[in-house]
């Protein structure tokens, strides 16, 4: 595991945990099939499409479905149907219960567009993903940093460590790290 040199948790309670990026170097390569596949990341060298605010974007995970019950994980990974709001709307929203709450540039956050949960216990680390076409891979543009409890039933938007961000870590980290697996 590699994890971001100024990652510190959540210190103090004036910001989520910001640097709260990591990658996992496996043991073998990939097998890609139909249900293993390659992702892009937001703003790479393929794909330069900048997310705006308004964006449909899904987020998946394998969190509680329901808020208090941490045994009541989904026996298959749930979806949902979120859309991109401003950074300023996120943090307003959050400064109802949390006055002293701001949230940094490298971190974006979504609201779903159905009322269900959102991203709830459980879904730390998971994937925020912009699929605009289905024959179009798909391209991680967040990963699931906080969320309210009870899971996004009091308005508050879950918050994401904006992936393009990071970019320049993650190249980084690969041209230090990565050596083609055995196996």
């Known amino acids: 595991m ?79 149907n979120a859309t991109i709001i401003s950074n300023n709307e996120c943090e307003n929203a959050i400064k109802k219960i949390w006055p002293q709450f701001r949230i940094s540039e490298m971190q974006i956050c979504t609201t779903p567009l159905d009322g269900s949960l959102g991203a709830c216990i459980g879904d730390i680390g998971g994937p925020l993903i912009y699929h605009e076409k289905v024959d179009v891979i798909p391209v991680l543009v967040g990963i699931s940093n906080w969320n309210s409890e009870p899971c996004n039933k009091n308005g508050l938007p879950p918050v994401y460590t904006k992936v393009e961000y990071f970019l320049g870590w993650v190249e980084q980290k690969l041209k230090e790290n990565c050596s083609r697996p055995s196996g």
């Open 2 to 80: 590699i994890v971001h040199e100024k990652y510190e948790g959540a210190k103090t309670l004036k910001t989520l945990a910001c640097y709260d990026i990591g990658l996992i170097q496996l043991g073998k390569q990939l097998d890609f099939d139909k249900r293993v596949q390659p992702i892009l990341m937001a703003k790479s060298k393929t794909w330069s499409y900048e997310i705006k605010l308004g964006d449909n974007v899904i987020l998946s995970g394998w969190g509680s479905i329901s808020y208090g019950a941490l045994s009541d994980h989904p026996d298959i990974m749930r979806t949902v």
